[in-house]
Structure formats: C-alpha cells, structure tokens
C-alpha cells in the first residue's frame, strides 16, 4: 500500500513531505524508499534531502516559484513506489554499554521510582532492537524508537547542565546515546565508549536512518577496555547485515 | 596571517555554511547576514563562498602580517585602520604591520571582514564555518592567527565605487511565509502573531532568537520533523523562537512561519531590546 502523503510549502527552496503523524516501520520503510529513489531520478536542482519520523524534507538550490510544479514531479515518482516494501536494506548494530553506578547517574532513583530493581531495568533496555528512525537534536545522536513501556519516564523538570558525551538515556517514550557532552533533560543510566560522532571521516555516523540498534551490558573493566581500542583506532564495532 | 590581538564579544569565521550533513544532525552555521558577507566578498572580487570573519556588537582588534585588500560590510563599528578612521562597503589596502581596530557599534549586530581570497583556516565537512564540535573552536580567541594568503598587491587595482544600500540594517519588517502548522492556529491566534511587535529577548544567539510578548497557545507539539534557519516555532509557554543558522536540524514545536531569506538577513542585525514585526507574504 502507499500512504495518503501532504505536499506543503516551506520557506522559498524547500517541500516538505508528511505522512500520517505515526511512528512506526512501515511509514519510514515507505520514506526512506522515496527518499532513494528521489536520489535516483539524479534532480540536479534539489540540493538535499532530509527525513524524520514522518517526513522528508526536500531542499532545493533555488527559489522555488512553481512550487506545484515540482510537487508533481516529485508525486509522479512517489506513485512508482506502488508496492511498499515492509523492510529496508539496513544493519543491525551491536552497542556495548556500562550500566555501572558510575556512569548511570538516574538509575537507582529510576529503580525506586519505577519498582523495578535496577538490573531489570538493564535486562529491558537491552532485550529490545532499536529502529534508527533519523539522526538529529545534536551531531550524531540517534532517534531510536522501541523502547519498553514500562521504562517510559517524562524528561527532568530541570534539564542537567552537562551530560557526559556517551550517555546512554531514557526521556519520555524514547532512548538515545548523547554524541557529545550537552546540556539534557534525559535520565542517565549509563554509558558508551564508542564514538558516535567524528566529523573527521567520511561518514560521521557508522548509522543511518532505518538502522537496528541492540545494546548489551559490558562491565567496567570491558568498557575501560574498549575505550582504549577506540583510542588507539582498533575498535571493530560488531554489526550484521539485514537484507530488505 | 593575522594576529588577533582582541576577539571582541563574539567573533567567528563564517562562510556559507555545510551543506549536505543535515542528515547526520549537522547544523547548516554559516553567516548570519548573506548580504552583508556577500557583499564584503564580491567588492574584494572573492567567491562568494569565501569565509570572512562575522563580528557580534564589539570588533576584533587585529595585527595583519602580510600585505592583502579587506573589506568590511553589515554592521557599522566605527572602524579604524591605524587609527584612522575607514567606511564600511569599501577596499582598502592593509601592509604588514597595520592594525584594524573598531570603536562604538551604530548600527546593525553583525559586521563582516573579507580579506582578499578569503580566510584559510580549518575546513571541516567542506565549510570553513565555526561551530562547537564539528570545528576545534567555536570563535577566534586572543592570540589565534588566522591564515590568509598573502598578496603582493602590485596588480591589485580596484575602482569600483559601488553605493551600497545599508537601509535594510534598520528595517523591523520580517516577511515570513506560512510554516507547515500555520493552518492549526485559530483566527484569533493568526492576527496575534503577525500584528504584534515583538520584542527580542536576551536569549539571542547564532542558534535561535527568542521573542518576549506571549501569544495564547494551546497547540499540541508535533511528531519531531526537520526545520530550517527562519523557521518560528511556537513553543509551549507561548513565546515565539526564530530559529538562525546554528540551529539543531529537527525539532518538536510547531513551525508556525518561515521567515524569508532577506529577512534572515535582517534579524540578523538585531539585538536584545529591539523590535520586530511579521508580514505575511504570499508571493516570492
């Protein structure tokens, strides 16, 4: 099936493309597909394209005076996506995490708040895969939807002013790793040590949109480990190829 | 080279920003007054896509070690070459040794020094622009030395005598298109936003400018989708967010308008105190 889809105006040199305002697989398998194939009609006057949850933005290098014009291109290229597909060509990442008191600032209040005992907590949050929905909010930090219900938790009244970079948080439906030290509202309960952003390679982000994400416990003396393999450049970070 | 003897309040290299990482949640940065930065490049005969140095309400004060041509254009700072007066939107011929200095802002926020073939200091994502973890350094500190190349100036002729329009550094008019939730406001809400004058807060940065003033709000947040530099959010408590070319690259709040790009230009020039206006537009 296709989904109904709105084309609106925005600002001069953009359109912006919704879906119905959901989160889930299907929607983005069905953006991420019209995205390539956006891509693969080579439009040298678009300049990017940029999605989310439920939208593609498509930002051209020009004022765009016949906007209806180019909404229809871009509708008669949607419409030759007529079967949708239910998955998309991606990988899954495997994220170590250390969930020690050292770095899981939020945990224990969490744990009491919750009546979950801590190692639960970890259990849930490391039982699920994480779907990358898009990459946004800070370089490199990653929108993963999927996390357990019962760790559903509002965000902090009082944002922290610094939250360390590799934070591994929970904010109201969502988690998230914090890809450079930020100020954040999120609930700490640990931390990576790999890099999830280095503006110095190619490609700053080993994950894109429509990724998998699963994080496993590492103990402190794996992370330390790990820390120092980053360091030294010698980190593989372990991921399977998922066929569409 | 040039040494940089004083930052100033908050001086960065700029140029037209990085495009094409939005999707790794890379900020566009870039100039925040293209006119300006476009207009001190193409009166050095630069590419327009040379980085200039962008100046916020106190200059810079700084020592050139080579000969080169300057211009400086958007904001007017009471400009000095050793000591001596110079105008805005005009060449001039630095030596080695010669210090540019800036007194008393007068109009406009931001200025703009283009130096001939632009400044070569660090590109990263194929942008010069500064911003916090994408660049070593989000400003210039006292003591940097920015590159430039340096130029015999034998050759260098310029006689263009180009009257310059500044009007627009006074203008309080921003022209906005409908923002993808316009619609969900209600009538009443419509004629709030665009026939207030608001006023800037002193929450203003390259990132966002907030507005003082409240308008009524009941609108929901949205599914987070992307946004853009001009894009005014509304926000839960009321107030209006102008977002600017640092911004973060998705947001929650609804985008109630979209400022065009001349009148990113114009906020741009603005600071705390001063007062804005949203006109609607429906043609470009």
């Known amino acids: 099936m296709t989904f109904s889809l709105t084309y609106k105006l925005y600002g001069e040199r953009s359109i912006l493309i919704e879906w119905p305002s959901f989160i889930q697989d299907d929607i983005l398998f069905d953006l991420l597909h019209f995205k390539d194939l956006i891509h693969l009609n080579g439009l040298k006057h678009i300049k990017e394209i940029r999605s989310a949850y439920n939208s593609l933005l498509v930002v051209y290098d020009k004022k765009l005076r016949a906007y209806d014009e180019e909404i229809k291109v871009l509708n008669a290229i949607y419409k030759t996506t007529s079967i949708s597909k239910k998955t998309y060509n991606s990988r899954l990442w495997k994220i170590p995490v250390c969930y020690d008191a050292q770095f899981a600032f939020d945990i224990e209040a969490l744990s ?22 898009f990459i946004g909010f800070l370089p490199g930090f990653l929108y993963l939807s999927g996390l357990h219900e019962t760790l559903f938790t509002p965000r902090k009244a009082t944002p922290r ?21 930020s100020p954040g509202g999120w609930h700490v309960i640990g931390n990576s040590p790999i890099p999830f952003f280095n503006p110095k390679q190619d490609s700053p982000c080993f994950a894109k949109a429509g990724d ?24 593989v970070l372990e991921s399977e190829g998922i066929n569409g | 080279m040039v040494d940089v003897l004083q930052a100033g309040f908050y001086s960065s290299i700029q140029d037209l920003g990085r495009y094409g990482f939005q999707d790794y949640g890379v900020p566009y940065s870039g100039v925040m007054d293209e006119q300006a930065a476009t207009i001190a490049n193409l009166l050095l005969g630069n590419n327009t896509k040379d980085a200039v140095l962008e100046m916020t309400i106190i200059g810079a004060k700084l020592k050139f070690e080579c000969d080169t041509l300057i211009c400086l254009s958007g904001a007017y700072m009471n400009p000095q070459l050793n000591k001596k007066p110079i105008k805005n939107n005009k060449v001039f011929k630095v030596h080695s040794g010669d210090v540019l200095s800036f007194g008393k802002l007068e109009s406009g926020c931001r200025c703009y020094l283009s130096v001939l073939g632009g400044f070569k200091t660090e590109k990263v994502m194929e942008s010069r622009s500064m911003y916090q973890h994408i660049t070593a ?12 190349e340096p130029s015999s100036l034998k050759h260098e002729r310029h006689y263009s005598n180009l009257r310059i329009n500044s009007s627009y550094l006074l203008n309080s008019t921003l022209n906005v298109l409908k923002g993808p939730e316009f619609e969900k406001l209600s009538i009443k809400q419509q004629e709030q936003v665009l026939n207030t004058n608001f006023t800037i807060s002193k929450l203003n940065n390259r990132m966002a400018y907030q507005l003082e003033s409240p308008i009524e709000n009941s609108l929901e947040s949205i599914i987070t989708s992307p946004v853009l530099p001009g894009t005014v959010q509304l926000t839960p408590s009321g107030k209006l967010i102008v977002l600017m070319r640092d911004c973060q690259t998705t947001g929650g709040y609804p985008r109630v308008m979209q400022l065009t790009k001349s009148a990113l230009n114009v906020l741009g020039q603005k600071f705390v105190g001063q007062t804005v206006k949203f006109n609607l537009i429906s043609k470009f």
């Open chain 1, 112 to 133: 009491k708040s919750k009546k979950i005992p801590i190692d639960e907590i970890i259990k849930r949050h490391t039982n699920v895969i994480y779907r990358v929905c």
């Open chain 1, 161 to 181: 002013l610094k939250v360390e970079k590799g934070a591994v948080a929970i904010g109201g439906n969502q988690t998230g790793i914090y890809p450079i030290e």
């Open chain 1, 212 to 235: 998998q994400v699963q994080f496993y416990s590492i103990d402190i003396e794996a992370y330390n480990h790990i820390k120092n393999l980053v360091k030294n450049n010698t980190y």
């Open chain 2, 137 to 148: 350094q989000s400003t210039i500190r006292k003591g940097d030395k920015l590159a430039i």
